[in-house]
């Protein structure tokens, strides 16, 4: 009899990607399909949820061969998050565009709330910012009505195309800045401060759920478990075995989620809840970062060139003493400033093109820092920066990171890495594998240690931290989180 498959869907902001693993965890097969966004005014993001499904139906059909369907033992889904969809409960149709985790649409109503930062922040462990689902929900109800529609995350999106009951899956939940993350269930106060009522909202369930069966997404049999929903962060937590001890993930993508799993006080960062395995919510703390990727691929097409080339131009340049904080929408974590603007300073006219990128490699390294100095405040001492996506492909970077953090960065191997977490998860719950044969699977590619000294690292911290101040020149002072910037 063949052996089982376990099939991965992972929904990001840029791509739909399906990975096919088997029970020894590795990947038969993978497909990709590309996914776009629209900026219909500065500071809106929004993308089409009817083409983001039919993206999922075209990564599936081309990952699995007809031959493979029937050995799929079940499906594992990661997908972006705080991204938020309305649609009609009757007919599936959208009521209105996708509001992506990138729109800023909202930024002065968050600040119309500001007296109420503090309530939010304790109940939903996450700053007041419009990065969160809370305000384009209310913005989505308010735009296109309440009666006969429903609301939901990606997940509830992709799952609402299978039928069955409106649920969202409790570390997605957990983004949407309604949910209490101490009793894992919509919060009223917080629904009646952000204006959305609970009968729009999906039913939260844990992170193997259960969840209705695949239904129209060929090849798969209609009936096919769905095993295992993560948000993408959470799923890459997942696939670095992210429940040890010092560790913390970093994620390189458009923007950088750093994660670690943990509680209690944790300023400039979110407290969410990391996954719910059957055994109750793990609690995780988080720093998100909006612009990483996003600085590259900006300078790509500033300087019409593609990325791959400017990043093998700056593989050895310096930065002649420039400096890029890429604030485009604001900056997240710890500062979570939506005012905060893009500064590039220190150039001159001997700049080239080649230190620009080498200045946002540098940003985006120092980012990731910050944040994970916040993360080291909160939780303990951090032993090894788990780093995956994209941009790690940059031996560049990783050094950087480590240069500059003071730290062992470790690089996956696997850049495809929430794809990966959702197939881990899903195998778990079909028994196909143990938490111990999952932390002895996935071994780093690449291990970086630092090469400068502490006294070097701090010059530059400071040149950096002086850069931030330029770009957020009106809050030269605390941030709402408390962080002094």
């Known amino acids: 009899m063949a052996s089982p498959l376990i099939l991965a869907i992972d929904q990001g902001t840029s791509s739909t990607k399906a990975l096919l693993v088997d029970e020894d965890g590795r990947v038969v097969s993978r497909a990709a399909v590309p996914l776009a966004e629209a900026q219909p005014r500065p500071g809106w993001v929004e993308q089409d949820p009817a083409e983001l499904w039919q993206s999922v139906r075209r990564a599936v059909a081309a990952c699995v061969a007809p031959e493979h369907a029937h050995r799929v033992a079940g499906v594992g889904i990661s997908n972006q998050r705080e991204s938020l969809v309305l649609w009609d409960r009757r007919t599936g149709e959208p009521a209105g565009p996708l509001l992506s985790w990138q729109d800023q649409r909202t930024a002065d109503r968050c600040h119309e709330l500001a007296g109420s930062a503090e309530l939010v922040r304790s109940v939903s462990g996450l700053p007041l910012d419009p990065m969160f689902s809370a305000l384009k929900a209310r913005w989505l109800l308010d735009t296109y009505g309440r009666r006969g529609l429903c609301l939901g995350t990606i997940d509830s999106w992709l799952l609402s195309r299978f039928g069955g009951e409106h649920v969202i899956e409790v570390g997605n939940a957990s983004r949407t800045q309604l949910l209490d993350i101490g009793t894992g269930q919509w919060d009223e106060r917080l629904l009646e401060l952000f204006g959305v009522p609970a009968e729009v909202l999906p039913r939260v369930t844990a992170s193997t759920g259960p969840f209705p069966a695949v239904r129209d997404l060929p090849p798969l049999p209609d009936g096919t478990p769905v095993l295992a929903v993560l948000g993408d962060s959470h799923a890459a937590m997942f696939a670095h075995a992210g429940w040890r001890p010092g560790v913390v993930k970093a994620t390189y ?50 300087l019409d060139a593609p990325a791959e080339t400017l990043l093998a131009e700056a593989e050895d340049a310096d930065t002649g003493g420039t400096h890029f904080v890429p604030a485009f929408g604001g900056l997240g974590a710890p500062w979570w400033d939506p005012y905060a603007t893009p500064v590039i300073t220190g150039f001159s006219l001997g700049t080239r093109r080649a230190q620009l990128v080498a ?57 495809d890495l929430s794809a990966l977490g959702a197939a881990d ?59 002094v910037t």
Request: with cysteine; net charge neutral.
């Open 253 to 302: 993508g458009t923007g950088s989620s750093v994660m670690a799993v943990g509680g209690g006080d944790a300023p400039g960062l979110c407290r969410s809840i990391a996954w719910d395995l059957g055994d109750g919510p793990v609690p995780a703390v988080e720093g998100n970062i909006r612009a990483t990727g996003r600085a590259i691929s900006w300078l790509a097409d500033l």
């Open 425 to 483: 998860a899903a195998g778990l719950a079909a028994k196909l594998w143990t938490l111990d044969r999952l932390e002895a699977r996935h071994r780093p590619a690449d291990t970086y240690r630092p090469a400068i000294d502490e006294a070097g690292r701090a010059r530059r911290k400071a040149a950096w931290h002086a850069a931030v101040r330029q770009a957020r020149p009106e809050h030269s002072g605390p941030s709402q989180e408390g962080e």
């Open 359 to 415: 200045a946002a490699l540098e940003a985006v390294a120092f980012q990731v820092e910050d944040v994970v100095a916040a993360v080291e405040a909160a939780t303990g001492r951090v032993r090894v920066l788990m780093a995956d996506g994209g941009l790690t492909r940059s031996a560049r970077l990783m050094r950087l990171q480590a240069d500059l953090s003071g730290r062992i960065v470790a690089r996956s191997g696997e850049h």
